[in-house]
């Protein structure tokens, strides 16, 4: 074997002997991945086909101590590091170019604990291991609502979903991780162990080290919930959209309603003559009781008239991937996020018209409803600081054809100008993509300063910087 050339921190190359590597494997329960070598590729590949970056040496780790060996080699010999565990963020940090890739996307073990009803789950688990494990037991914690996404990025992001203004964001309902941090250290981090840790956890991404287990709270839900489509022409928005927007604001904390703006899909409950033209559904799940839930979306389902209605009770962890057909993995991606606390009659106007001219049928926008139980949390009680959001829209533009990039960027980029007088100015971390450095500040609003004071502590050479890095205060 001859030395290996990999790229440091500070960008330039250095060269790895074969006995370092060789020492390495020597020490790991997984593997060392070389480019050409099994399982390289699946380590490199995510969601987002946009990202096609080739590591210099990717560590699979099948535990912490494999996550010990591979930081404190990054550690020694300063080498450029990404940490990937579902591998589904827009901006594609968990993968870099030349650098070491720690790979724990086969660390998915789910452990429930009946009895304290919380549950134990490593970095490289999707939501969907977490829901079913959890939903074996009629059980479940916020999550997002792609069940191929990874629970490790979207907690450490902030994370929510179809049951967050019920039970709260996902960090709201983390006890505690375990964290390698940059001096090669396993540490955990909970209210009561390095609480400021935990606290920068709570939002702050992957910039304070790498989660090698999260312990949740888990809720008694399902294992069927009411939930279900409505689906409308696009025509009728104009009209609709102001008025969900009274219905979601009033709606009691068990009902959230995302609405999704696109071309139909050929779903079989949709008449064949509406397949490909332009729709807005409104998506709905219930937190709870059947009975009370039939009420609660009554008003839902009483405006305009609709082309088809199919909220019924459904299994949560299927409801929960309702919408995986739409987001497989492999096509080019791009996003732009805003969120907004009222989504006034002008801010409307400029979604319909950009959903008329889509730049391809898989592209959409998205609105998802939050507030409730996650509003309740102060702004400063966890790293995630945009608590009073009532809607957060995403444009997203998905495509597969390179010649189609500059297009469909343009287009997201565009909605998101028209729409930003009306948007908070904050943004949701796990929605930012590559190109959006500028916003990190926005994203951490109050919380930066001690976010850049504790990434000091933990991090001050800023080792985990491929993630929306928030840079150590000097
Ligand atoms: C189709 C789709 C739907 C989505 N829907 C939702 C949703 O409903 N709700 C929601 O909240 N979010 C949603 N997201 C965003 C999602 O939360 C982020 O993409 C998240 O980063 C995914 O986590 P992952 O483990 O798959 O990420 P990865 O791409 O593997 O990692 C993302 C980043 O997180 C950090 N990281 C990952 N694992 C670790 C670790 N173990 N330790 C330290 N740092 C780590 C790294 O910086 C890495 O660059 C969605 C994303 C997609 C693509």
Redesign the pocket.
């Known amino acids: 074997m001859t030395d290996l050339t990999i790229r440091t921190l500070e960008g330039s190359t250095k060269t790895l002997a074969p006995d370092t590597i060789a020492a390495l494997r020597g020490r790991l329960r997984g593997a060392v991945a070389l480019p050409g070598e099994d399982g390289y590729d699946a380590a490199r590949s ?3 086909a946009m990202i096609d970056r080739r590591p210099g040496l990717v560590v699979r780790c099948l535990g912490a101590a494999d996550i010990i060996n591979a930081v404190k080699l990054a550690r020694d010999e300063r080498l450029l590091l ?13 993968v870099c170019d030349g650098g070491l890739l720690i790979d ?2 086969l660390m998915k073990s789910v452990r429930v604990d009946l009895a304290s009803r919380t549950a134990r789950v490593e ?1 490289g688990a ?1 939501l969907a291991d977490f829901d079913k494990e959890a939903q074996g037991f009629a059980l479940a914690t916020p ?4 069940s ?7 907690t ?6 179809w049951t967050t203004r019920k039970f709260g964001l ?1 960090i709201d309902n983390l006890i505690s991780a375990d ?1 390698v941090t940059a001096d090669a250290k396993l540490v955990r981090a909970s209210e009561k162990e390095n609480p400021d840790l935990f606290w920068a956890l709570r939002g702050g ?8 287990s999260f312990e949740f709270k888990l809720h008694p839900l399902g294992p069927e919930v009411l939930s279900g489509l409505v689906v409308h022409p696009l025509e009728t928005a104009g009209e609709l959209l102001p008025k969900f927007c009274r219905i979601a604001k009033e709606a009691p904390d068990e009902l959230t309603v995302w609405v999704v703006m696109r071309k139909a899909p050929s779903l079989p409950f949709l008449p064949t003559a509406w397949h490909g033209k332009e729709v807005m559904i409104f998506a709905a799940c219930y937190s709870g009781d059947m009975r009370e839930g039939e009420k609660a979306v009554k008003p839902l389902r009483a405006l305009g008239k609709p082309i088809a209605d199919v909220i019924s009770p459904h299994p949560f962890s299927g409801w929960q991937a309702a ?1 995986d057909p739409l ?1 497989t993995p492999g096509a080019r ?1 791009y996003w732009k996020s805003h969120d907004f606390i009222d989504l006034p009659d002008a801010a409307i106007k400029a979604i319909i018209n950009a959903v008329r001219t889509l730049p391809t049928p898989e592209s959409e926008v998205f609105i ?1 409803h939050v507030g409730g139980a996650m509003a309740r949390v102060a702004a400063n009680a966890t790293a995630w600081p945009n608590r009073d959001s009532h809607f957060i829209m995403n444009a997203h533009t998905r495509w597969r054809d390179k010649a189609q990039d500059s297009a469909c960027t343009a287009w997201a980029r565009q909605l998101f100008k028209a729409t930003a007088p009306f948007a908070t100015g904050s943004v ?1 971390v ?2 930012m993509p590559e190109d959006e450095d500028d916003r990190v500040a926005n994203a951490y609003g109050t919380n930066y300063h001690r976010l850049a004071e504790i990434k000091r502590r933990y991090d001050p050479d800023n080792l ?1 910087r ?2 929306q890095n928030i840079r150590p205060t000097k």
């Open positions: 995510i969601w987002n990404a940490v990937r565990s579902g591998g589904h963020n827009i901006a594609g940090n968990a724990l996307s970095p999707t999550l997002g609502i792609n191929t996404t990874g629970v490790a990025g979207l450490l992001g902030g994370g929510f979903g996902t964290v991404g992957g910039n304070f080290g790498v989660a090698t919408f987001l991606n998802a949701y796990n929605f985990f491929m993630n």
